[in-house]
Each structure stands twice: as C-alpha cells, then as structure tokens.
C-alpha cells in the first residue's frame, strides 16, 4: 500500500494496461487540492481490486475510452471518479464498485463529462454529495445501482440513455433530469424504467423532453415545458 502521498500517484499512459491493485490501498492526504491517484490518458485500460482514498481526485479518464473499473473502493476523496471528454470519447464500463462518503459540496461520486455510451453498473454509491452527475453522455446505461446521496442521479444534457433498476435515495432528489439554459440543450428520448425511490422523487425539468418512465416506485415531478 501507498500511505499519506501528497502528490499526484499513478499516470496510465500505455494502451491496454490491466492495473490490478491485488487488495492494496492508495491513500493520500486529504487536504492536497490538485492530487489525483489514478489519472488515466491512454485507451483500454482496466483498473481493479484496490481502494484508493483521501485525494482530490482518485480516477480520472481523460481523453481515454473503453476502459474499465471494477471492484474498487473509492472512499473520503474530494471526487471519486471522472470520466472526460470530448464528446469521441466514451465506451467504458464501470462496475461492482463502492464508492462513499466522498462529500465536498462539488464532489460526485462517478461524473461523466462529454463521455458517452458507457456503463455504470451494480454498484454501491453512497455518501456522497451527488452520486452519479453528467454533463452530456448520450447513449450510457446507469442500471442496477444502489445510491445514496443529496442527489442521486442527476443528469443533464444526456439523450437516448437508460436509466433503470437502480434503487435511489437522494434527500433533495433522487433522479433528476435536465439540461442548461446558456447554450440551450435539453436530455432527450431517455427510458427512466423500474427505478425504487426511497424519497424525493423523479423530477423532469423544463430542459428535458421526450423522455420516456416506467414502472417507477416513487413520486415524479414535472416542471413547464417537458414533452
């Protein structure tokens, strides 16, 4: 195990890299703003068996796809997990993690920005101020998660994805759906199917439209303007 490194930790710049963390830790400070433990740049790379905790970031994709992350615990960091784009990039899948009590007031536990066609799968996201949060990922598939956190899910500016069989319990919302007013862009022809809301429902914003629910155990709230 790596304990107390205040410094950024692993950079993943090769193709195809199985990094198997073999049951260790990677642990920093806490209090270092910039540190990331595990910043990945390069395509195909799988990330598993192992916790990583206390830094700013602990995985990052940047301009990487069809990575994976699997049976990893991301705990006590400022974010746990970004996957980033440019709207090319995506095609990875994320599951069986626990990811928790990752709660500075930006913090996600996984966020998607510009990243598309991935999947976020079985896993315990809980603790965290939001637990899944997008900002454009088209055509991804967040199923079969458990969450907790002051919002859920929250996802703006995502078209034709599926969202089902995740059991959600946000204090302020447990799923959201939206998008931005400056630019203009809504989330559109989603599936919202078999979700179990323990509270505050599923709210539709004035910045989304054609989505499609089903089947859903917990209240929905509809702003002006939804289709």
Known sequence: SIINEASNCFSITGNNIIFNLAGYTIDGVGATPTAVAIA????GVTIM???VKEYAVGIIYSLASNGTV???TLTNNSQAMILEGTGSHGNSKIVSNIIENNTLDVSQGIGLIFYHNSSII?????????????????????????ITATYGISLAEVDNSYIAF???SGTTRAISVGGTTNPPDVSSNNTISDNTISSS???????????TGNNNCGGIIIDNGVN
């Open 201 to 211: 429902g599923i709210e539709l914003t004035d910045k989304s439209s054609n989505n």
């Open 49 to 51: 068996n192992g916790t």
């Open 40 to 43: 990945v740049t390069s395509n």
């Open 122 to 146: 079985s896993n315990i996201i809980k603790n965290n101020r939001i637990g899944i949060g997008t900002n454009n990922a088209d055509f991804s598939n967040f199923s079969f998660n458990n």
């Open 166 to 168: 995740n059991n959600v």
């Open 70 to 72: 699997t049976n990893m």
